[in-house]
């Protein structure tokens, strides 16, 4: 059957009809359909994990029962599971194990730009990069192959523009292997020093190996074209590359980025004049190139920031730009925004109200760093909001300065990686107040239920953490539930806790406005005979609330109803539609 | 034949993702190689959303660059600005004339352009401008503001015969919705 696939739907596609039996992930853009769609599967085990290193590891011992595993990230993911990523290298697996891994270049939802390759080169571990949904499928059931034969974890790297483009794919059968009998074999996974030592040769011989499989798999391959230019690429760069160029060019396409082959790359450099290498982001290509000997242009003429298009390689190749319209006007941004009626908002006006300095973290609330709430004083990575609110702590008390400080997180990103800096917080007993944004969801991926909602990936009752037990039972003795869309108890627990001189914890609790689960109230509008136009409801920054002939004006196809505004009005302009009237 | 760019553009929560699974499907079904890109993720809240549809025999890039687009399909009346030079000369953009205004304006740090349709007008382009919101109450329901585009834009692609859309929102959309968006389809199609 023909069928118009995400690259992330062909990846599960490709992965289910490869035999997958157990799937445990972490949502991340642009990773996250991948697990969505293989839990449409019901024949197979897919799970949402608390982070990308416990989705790695259940994957781990999934593999070592004997099944075909997988876990799908995104690039910042594989940070947090690069522990038992360079150990399962020396293990190898057991049944196949694929670790997908989804880069974001242009940082469309993320908070850098690292290029994932090199982590297959530095844990020595073989990487496939797709170039259409097409491959998506078929490489996804390739890796698996490559797993088992090479005994290796294998990694699956897409970027943003493979990982949501849509292209055409052919739907095969699904062929899983039976389980490959579990034995214990304490001198492959038991990786203590005695063992990891006899371990660490076979990682390099079966470097070696993969890299003379680079050389004849038909995962790359050399499209013979012009002989002027031989291009070496890769990924949603060689269909740029096929676009821009046409047949002009000779391609070597690689579907292999790790191990790079040797013989393969020498013999395509001899047979044109001038090799040029194109690959978003790093050099990574280009490095392995000059490391064996071959003279290429990459990042001389192409940029080691943002994505490609056809459009920067007929630049790159003196291509005259195609003419288009210009406009003059200058048009205002229209940046993201906190969905109207999202209970962020509160918590957000209720901090920069307060002067409070925040530290925050990752995900919908992020967005609480924009104009005009602007309430935001950093967002580093996963988690990092409450272990660097210690440390900020730390270093004015040690020298004598006094500030208004907090934190704020999500509750799914609390689970991922905020307990462990709560753990600091309550064992080294820092006066810190850690804001927990409890949405019950974890939202800016897109609605993914997690540990604390009490629903597990098919949206069946499963576990749910108590968040007040865990702080109580962590040692916090000053724990708080606020509603944040009552504004006055927000702003009197907020108050109240920043004078605490001891580790406290305010839950912000109210679930996402989006959420199927959630009833909003009707509408709200404006009286147009009180409204002062102050503009004290603008600075909220709701979506639903503009500006318009002198007063405020609600949009009530936007408006939720939520009351923020209402309870903000110094002059009660605002309520319900037959308030107004 | 040569491949024919189309970029859906407006503001994250218009329901651009059902237009261009509706459009994705048709072409698809009619034989064509076909790509479809959009980013999902944090612009989606409200922020400037684009997806690129790209149809022929054989299509490689799957987004469009500057001056590549044969028809732009903008959900509002800025985010047809803000891509119009996306459009290629002699390109067509069809206009929702609904405004929606982004946050610097809403915060009084910018302000909305008032002359967007003159300034597309006096270019080599064609334009298209209609009420889509009025069209879409006038078919039951003001969410049906994409599927009115969508018809619109079905009716310049006339290689594809209407009936293939018919069945495309049939098979796609919820039953209970299936009415509603059909008379929105015919209200942007039929519109003279």
Same mark, same amino acid.
């Not at chain 1, 839990?39 to 990308?52: F, G, H, L, V």
């Not at chain 1, 576990?463 to 606020?482: H, T």
């Given at each position: 059957m023909r069928k118009l696939m995400i690259g992330n739907e062909a990846v599960a596609r490709g992965l289910w009809e490869g035999g997958v039996? #157990?799937?445990?992930?972490?949502?991340?853009?642009?990773?996250?359909?991948?697990?969505?769609?293989?839990?449409?599967?019901?024949? *197979?085990?897919?799970?949402?994990?608390?982070?990308?290193? #416990?989705?790695t590891e259940v994957a781990f011992g999934a593999s070592l029962s004997g099944v075909r595993s997988a876990t799908c990230m995104k690039h910042v993911g594989l940070n947090v599971a690069a522990d038992p990523l360079f150990t399962l290298s020396y293990t190898g697996v057991n049944g196949g194990m694929v670790i997908c891994v989804a880069d974001d270049p242009a940082m469309h939802s993320s908070q850098n730009e690292q290029d994932s390759r090199h982590y297959a080169k530095a844990a020595k571990i073989p990487m496939l990069e797709p170039s259409d949904s097409a491959e998506c499928l078929a490489f996804a059931k390739e890796a698996f192959a490559i797993s088992e034969s090479f005994d290796t974890p294998v990694l699956f790297r897409l970027c943003t523009r493979i990982a949501h483009s849509q292209s055409v794919v052919e739907l095969g059968e699904r062929v899983a292997p039976d389980p490959i009998p579990y034995e214990r074999k304490g001198e492959k996974f038991i990786m203590m020093p005695g063992n990891a030592k006899k371990r660490h040769p076979f990682v390099e011989e079966r470097l070696q190996k993969l890299t003379a499989f680079a050389e004849t798999s038909p995962l790359n391959r050399i499209e013979a074209g012009g002989k002027h230019v031989g291009v070496i690429t890769s990924g949603t760069c060689y269909q740029y590359v096929r676009e821009a160029l046409g047949n002009e060019v000779s391609v070597l396409k690689l579907g292999m980025v790790w191990p790079l082959p040797v013989d393969l790359i020498k013999t395509f450099a001899a047979s044109v004049e001038r090799v040029v290498v194109i690959e978003e982001l790093d050099g990574f290509i280009e490095d392995h190139c000059r490391n064996i000997g071959v003279k290429v242009d990459g990042k001389s003429i192409f940029p080691p920031i943002g994505?490609?298009?056809?459009?920067?390689? !007929?630049? !790159?190749?003196?291509?005259?730009?195609?003419?288009? +319209?210009?406009?003059?006007?200058?048009?205002?941004?229209?940046?993201?925004?906190?969905?109207?009626?999202?209970?962020?908002?509160?918590?957000?006006?209720?901090?920069?109200?307060?002067?409070?300095?925040?530290?925050?973290?990752?995900?919908?609330?992020?967005?609480?760093?924009?104009?005009?709430?602007?309430?935001?004083?950093?967002?580093?990575?996963?988690?990092?909001?409450?272990?660097?609110?210690?440390?900020?702590?730390?270093?004015?008390?040690?020298?004598?300065?006094?500030?208004?400080?907090?934190c704020v997180i999500g509750d799914s990103t609390f689970v991922h990686s905020g307990m462990t800096g709560l753990a600091d917080i309550a064992y080294n007993g820092s006066a810190s107040l850690v804001i927990v944004l409890d949405n019950?969801?974890?939202?800016?991926?897109?609605?993914?239920?997690?540990?604390?909602?009490?629903?597990?990936?098919?949206?069946?009752?499963?576990?749910?953490?108590?968040?007040?037990?865990?702080?109580?039972?962590?040692?916090?003795?000053? *724990?708080? +539930?606020?509603?944040?869309?009552?504004?006055?108890? =927000?702003? !009197? !627990?907020?108050?109240?806790?920043?004078?605490?001189?001891?580790?406290?914890? +305010?839950?912000?609790?109210?679930?996402?406005?989006?959420?199927?689960?959630?009833? =909003?109230?009707?509408?709200?509008?404006?009286?147009?005979?009180?409204?002062?136009?102050?503009k004290k409801c603008l600075s909220l920054g709701c979506p639903a609330i503009s500006f318009r002939d002198g007063h405020a004006v609600i949009n009530d196809t936007l408006c939720t109803g939520c009351g923020v505004c209402a309870g903000l009005c110094p002059f009660h302009a605002i309520g319900g539609k037959e308030a107004a009237q | 034949m040569k491949t024919v760019n189309i970029m859906i553009v407006g503001v994250g929560g218009q329901g651009s993702l059902l237009a261009s699974k509706l459009l994705g499907k048709v072409l698809v079904d009619a034989g064509y190689d076909v790509k479809v890109s959009e980013v999902h993720g944090m612009s989606q809240r409200g922020g400037s959303v684009?997806?690129?549809?790209?149809?022929?025999?054989?299509?490689?890039?799957?987004?469009?660059?500057?001056?590549?687009?044969?028809?732009?399909?903008?959900?509002?009346?800025?985010?047809?600005?803000?891509?119009?030079?996306?459009?290629?000369?002699?390109?067509?953009?069809?206009?929702?004339?609904?405004?929606?205004?982004?946050?610097?304006?809403?915060?009084?740090?910018?302000?909305?352009?008032?002359?967007?349709?003159?300034?597309?007008?006096?270019?080599?382009?064609?334009?298209?401008?209609?009420?889509?919101l009025s069209l879409a109450e006038k078919a039951g329901t003001a969410k049906a503001v994409n599927v009115v585009l969508l018809g619109r834009l079905a009716r310049s692609l006339s290689e594809v015969p209407r009936e293939s859309w018919l069945?495309?929102?049939?098979?796609?959309?919820?039953?209970?919705?299936?009415?509603?968006?059909?008379?929105?389809?015919d209200l942007g199609y039929s519109l003279d």
């Open positions: 039996q #157990v799937v445990s992930s972490y949502p991340g853009t642009p990773s996250t359909e991948i697990t969505e769609f293989l839990s449409e599967n019901r024949d *197979i085990y897919t799970e949402w994990a608390p982070n990308e290193k #416990v989705a994505e490609y298009s056809q459009s920067v390689i !007929a630049a !790159a190749f003196g291509i005259e730009a195609k003419p288009h +319209v210009l406009i003059e006007d200058p048009i205002p941004a229209r940046p993201p925004m906190m969905c109207a009626g999202c209970p962020h908002r509160g918590t957000f006006y209720t901090l920069k109200k307060n002067g409070v300095t925040v530290l925050g973290d990752i995900g919908c609330y992020t967005l609480g760093a924009q104009p005009p709430l602007a309430a935001l004083d950093s967002t580093l990575c996963m988690g990092a909001s409450v272990s660097g609110l210690h440390g900020f702590n730390r270093g004015l008390a040690e020298t004598g300065r006094k500030m208004k400080t907090a019950s969801i974890t939202g800016m991926t897109g609605h993914q239920e997690n540990p604390t909602t009490g629903y597990n990936i098919h949206g069946d009752p499963a576990g749910k953490i108590d968040l007040e037990a865990l702080c109580r039972a962590m040692g916090f003795r000053r *724990i708080r +539930v606020v509603d944040p869309y009552d504004l006055a108890a =927000t702003d !009197a !627990a907020i108050k109240e806790e920043l004078e605490a001189d001891e580790p406290s914890v +305010v839950i912000s609790r109210r679930p996402c406005v989006l959420l199927k689960r959630v009833k =909003t109230d009707p509408p709200l509008s404006v009286d147009t005979a009180l409204c002062r136009s102050c | 684009v997806t690129y549809v790209r149809y022929g025999d054989k299509v490689a890039s799957p987004i469009i660059d500057l001056g590549e687009s044969d028809y732009i399909l903008s959900f509002e009346k800025l985010e047809a600005a803000r891509y119009a030079e996306y459009l290629s000369p002699r390109g067509k953009i069809i206009v929702n004339t609904q405004e929606i205004d982004p946050m610097p304006v809403i915060v009084g740090r910018a302000v909305y352009p008032s002359h967007i349709l003159n300034e597309l007008e006096s270019k080599d382009v064609t334009v298209d401008a209609i009420d889509a069945e495309a929102i049939r098979s796609s959309v919820k039953p209970k919705f299936v009415e509603v968006n059909l008379r929105a389809f």
